[in-house]
């Protein structure tokens, strides 16, 4: 049994899983750096899911799509920033509101402009082209990560090179943690704090609406009611981990995902699904209780 | 240099100042507010709804209906005629307690954002000591199903609790992620052990077997589906009144919420006091689903929160998280969820626009900084860099 668990197809399993999570960890990441706490990606995932599907329909074409649904939820984000940054609002509460509003706007989409409640699915959604690079074909590992993904997957690992020299190795990322670290020191020495708090708030946005791209739109072509299920407080946690460390948190959000895939293989023994699918959230309740994080100020 | 004075003395004065324009004695009128905590705390609520009803309202414009009419719809579906207030009643009964359930944890400083699990887990218990215990009277057996619920609740919040406590495990994605494995323990459970072999195999919503009437809350208003658990919601909210006003307890919930350093210095127990905290939280949490299982449903059925407990957060920061507050937060929530389902029966606008609302009330509620954004008031706040 353990043999089959840690198989090649389990690895292609995890990194399916976990692109939704790294993307959405790193956009946290980003937010926690700057002392946002931002539960609010739950929600940004739920309509980055949506618009996706939706989008892809209308237009016809996945990349514009894809174009338009990231800069709507980095809007959102904004908003959140605005919400929290510049009206003071508790982070969590604030974030608790656009979890909320993403459930209700999702919901009452779908009846009233679409008459599907419940769930969209159209034989007409484009779903993004997956890459085959031949040159990799004959090696095992490589074959199975980088081969027959698509443009999301790969964003991901590129996301997180740039999140990590952007955050760990550049004068702006150094700018960032400055504000997060101690605000008021900051911007006595001249930077501009609150346009990196909405600066961090815009790239959770948009981080986290390709994350709920990546849930609807890569693998399954179809958007269902709260289809995200807690994967965007995953995403949370993991960041909260690592303390919003690129490198950690992509290695929590992976992690996170390994499970995930644990949990599919298993439902082939016969555990009952509702166990098998608790999995990710025990998964998340042990890690909170070995590393001990603190989420609030 | 008298005229200097003058000036000085006519700020320092807002209360006798003339006002010089209808501008001018807006933002006195706000000004004055903000100087009274309270009312200060209830304008910025009002400001809250008022703002989220116009986003909402905008909403309705995009997808192409009226929003006065719509609005209007509503406010007739929640308090236009006596049926109409009675359903309100009925929804807010359970908002009551789940409002309680969170005004409780937050004001300690605990964030408990799992009271939708435990409103689950106690209404499901609730159910079974309904269902599965026998032969004792209505005066023993509805109390003890109520207990039976409460506490479930509260020993699904110890979990969080105790984390919180001992290992000092965040509560706020702890609970939230004890949400989501209640919700699937639950499903288990009721679909291979306590399944209505009717109802269970018809239904898309799976259920126990029926409750039996010596467990059942006894109508008010058997029509409306109003219960004495209302009656029940609003009794423990002026005994956490009362307690927060003189009790021992109370005074140190306060006091850790408000300062955990000076309540420690104090001599306050913090462990202790989060631990009792996220208890007692998940047994008004227990205690709200038992109300509704033993109550309207009559029995145990599955997916039959639509987020009351998350609703409870909106509901008790209404309230300004004071318990009589909190009721009036939960008709209010009660009155935009009966009157959002009425709306969608009379105008072609859904009833999910409720908790758009509710979510944008709550991204504002605790804006303390709004003020100073809108220009009301010309006290710059000392966190502002």
């Known amino acids: ?258 499970f995930g895939s644990v949990a599919i293989r298993l439902e082939g023994y016969g555990l009952p699904t509702q166990f098998v699918q608790m999995i990710p959230y025990l998964m998340t309740l042990l890690a909170l209780i070995f590393t001990r994080r603190n989420t609030k100020k | 240099m008298s005229a200097e004075k003058d000036r000085i003395r006519s700020i320092k004065d807002d209360s006798k100042r003339p006002y010089r324009s209808f501008a001018d004695f807006i933002k006195i009128f706000f000004r004055r507010f903000r100087s009274k905590n309270r009312a200060s705390v209830l304008l910025q609520t009002a400001v809250a709804i008022i703002l989220a009803l116009l986003a909402g309202a905008i909403l309705v414009l995009i997808v192409g209906e009226n929003p006065i009419k719509a609005y209007m719809a509503l406010a007739k579906g929640s308090f236009g005629s006596w049926p109409a207030i009675a359903r309100t009643l009925r929804v807010s009964s359970p908002l009551i307690i789940t409002g309680l359930a969170t005004a409780v944890a937050f004001r300690a400083g605990v964030i408990n954002l799992g009271v939708e699990g435990s409103l689950y887990l106690g209404a499901l218990s609730a159910a079974l000591a309904g269902i599965y215990i026998k032969g004792l009277p209505l005066a023993i057996h509805l109390p003890l199903a109520l207990l039976v619920g409460a506490l479930v609740g509260g020993i ?100 850790s919420g408000y300062n955990r350093r000076f309540s420690l210095l104090g001599g306050v127990n913090i462990a202790k006091m989060n631990l009792f905290t996220m208890v007692i939280s998940g047994m008004l949490g227990g205690l709200a689903g038992a109300t509704e299982s033993l109550g309207v449903y009559g029995r145990y059925v599955s997916g039959f929160s639509t987020g009351i407990g998350f609703d409870g957060v909106a509901v008790a920061l209404m309230g300004n998280l004071s318990p009589l507050g909190t009721v009036v937060g939960a008709i209010f929530f009660g009155a935009l969820k009966n009157g959002g389902a009425a709306m969608e029966v009379s105008v072609n606008v859904p009833r999910d626009i409720i908790l758009v609302v509710e979510g944008l009330i709550l991204a504002v509620v605790t804006a303390h900084k709004l003020f100073i954004f809108l220009r009301l008031g010309l006290q710059k706040s000392t966190e502002e860099i």
């Open chain 1, 1 to 258: 049994m353990f043999s089959a668990l840690i198989s090649l197809g389990m690895l292609g399993a995890t990194i399916r899983i976990s692109t939704p999570l790294i993307l959405a960890a790193i956009g946290a990441a980003l937010s926690l750096k700057a002392n946002l706490f931002n539960t609010a990606i739950e929600g940004f995932m739920l309509i980055g899911a949506f618009l996706a599907v939706l989008l892809s329909t209308k237009l016809e074409n996945p990349y514009v799509a894809l174009l338009i649904t990231v800069l709507m939820t980095g809007l959102l984000g904004v908003l959140y920033g605005f919400v929290t940054i510049t009206l003071g609002s508790d982070h969590i509460i604030a974030g608790l509101g656009f979890n909320l509003f993403a459930t209700g706007i999702t919901t009452w989409i779908l009846q009233s402009v679409l008459n599907s409640p419940g769930g969209f699915m159209d034989p007409s959604i484009k779903n993004l082209p997956v890459v085959n690079i031949e040159l990799i074909n004959n090696i095992p590992i490589l074959n199975v990560i980088f081969n027959d993904q698509d443009l999301i997957t790969y964003s991901a690992w590129i996301v997180f090179a740039i999140a990590y020299l952007f955050v760990h190795q550049s004068k702006f990322g150094l700018r960032l943690r400055a504000t997060g670290e101690y605000q008021l020191a900051a911007s006595t020495l001249g930077i501009k704090t609150i346009f990196w708090k909405y600066f961090a708030a815009l790239w959770t946005g948009i981080m986290a609406g390709l994350a709920g791209a990546s849930i609807s739109l890569s693998h399954l072509q179809m958007f269902s009611q709260g289809m995200t299920a807690g994967r965007g407080f995953i995403a949370f946690a993991a960041a909260t981990f690592a303390n919003g460390n690129i490198l950690g948190t992509t290695v929590m959000a992976l992690l996170f995902g390994f």
């Open chain 2, 156 to 255: 699904w919040a110890f979990f969080p609790g105790l984390l919180k406590a001992f290992f000092g495990v965040d509560e706020i994605v702890a609970s939230l992620m004890l949400n989501y494995i209640a919700v699937l323990l639950i499903d288990y459970l009721v679909l291979s052990f306590f399944l209505d072999p009717v109802i269970g195999t018809t239904s898309d919503r799976p259920a126990t077997l029926p409750i039996p009437e010596t467990a059942k809350l006894p109508f008010i208003s058997e029509k409306y589906g109003l219960t004495i658990g209302i009656l029940i919601g609003v009794v423990l909210a002026f005994i956490l009144a009362f307690m927060y006003k003189r009790s021992i307890w109370g005074f140190e919930s306060d006091m």
